[in-house]
């Protein structure tokens, strides 16, 4: 048995990087739920409520996948867990591409939500394992980086679809490079049942023994915390979908913003999102993991601005590229969940960001019917209170890194 220490940077880095690229892929299939939500709609003849539902039934699939796969990850191995994950997200946003109803529609969400929903506690427990602690957070900004630049790059491809007379589901051939590439991960990542990773666990302390590891989560001294941390991702969840979920549209027919710009204003939102996660992530290494928490409070300032203050298409880039920032300080989640738990519980732990969509999967249920009766603006701007709720649960939970001096 081999220390993660004795791993070249060299090998280190170019498991991170193959499991950026996957991480990129997800993100992209993710989103499209979101930034092609208008074009869905359209295309199915969808209403409001149908189309935003879209997301809770991904969003009940991804909670699915997480406890399920979170678990299985933390068996099996989280290598082995990934080639199951890139293959089964691609093929999830593939069968996008023959739907023709709505009931169709239901199906392939909560079928790619399954998928999608392991793909962070898998990536967690991963990169955890190969880096040191003071660290992790700039890796977690990485890691979230990719996934901004993946919508931002939704969008502007998106963007430059309609500007070239492409019809919008060109975009969901992407699905078919994760499943392509998926047996690579035998390659480039080591495996983790084989190596002590870097907190110097034990092989045996670092993969779960219990037949349900999940039930470790709510043990007596940590159900609370559990609980408590599950709420937080949840308001997380459900601020960015009452918010960002209804961005496109909010765009599309509010501000009567053309299609061919639409996709580039979300796309600077994502950018500053890409940046945001890596100055979150050097922050909770250097000060804490809490201090992260200041982004809520800063993006619920910005979303009734970005609603409600008359600006020109530059200005409104820019506004959305400082919420992305803010929105990001959630980065950091994964090492700060994982690191919350023994070494044991890695993915399983990590899985609770994604049972926050409980939460969440409601709020286009709610906004929906709310818009109609009072306006887009005002309901999205209900994010601005959940993000505030989830800032106070994050800056009472404990801290796992020491303040550097």
Known sequence: M???QQFTQGRRFGALTFLLVAYFFYAWSWNTVDILRPYIKESLSLTDFQAGSAYTLQSIGAIIGAVVMGQVADKIGRRNALV???????????????ITDYTGLMIQRIGLGFFMGAMFPIA????????ERDVRGVIAGFVLGTYNLAVAALGFMSAAAFKAGYDWKILLWAGGIPVAIALFAFLLIPDDRRFIPMDGASND??????KLPITELFKPGVAKQTILLA????????????????????LKEDRAIPDTV??????WQFIGAAIGGLVWGFISDRFGRRNAAWGFVAAAVIIPVYLFIPMPIGLLE?????YGVMLSCSAIWGPWLSELYPPHLRSTAASIFNWGRVISMTAPLITAPLAEAFGRAPVMSLASISFLAAAVIWLRMPETVARRR
């Open 205 to 210: 302390e670092a993969m779960a023994k219990s």
């Open 2 to 4: 081999i220390s993660a």
């Open 124 to 131: 967690v427990g991963i990169y955890s394992g190969l880096f």
């Open 262 to 267: 639409v996709g580039d204003v979300l796309g």
């Open 318 to 322: 820019l506004t959305g590229f400082t």
């Open 231 to 250: 709420t937080m991702t949840g308001l997380n969840f459900f601020a960015y979908q009452a918010f960002t979920g209804w961005a496109t549209t909010y």
């Open 84 to 98: 199951i994950t890139m293959t089964g997200y691609g093929l999830g946003l593939l069968g996008a591409l023959v």
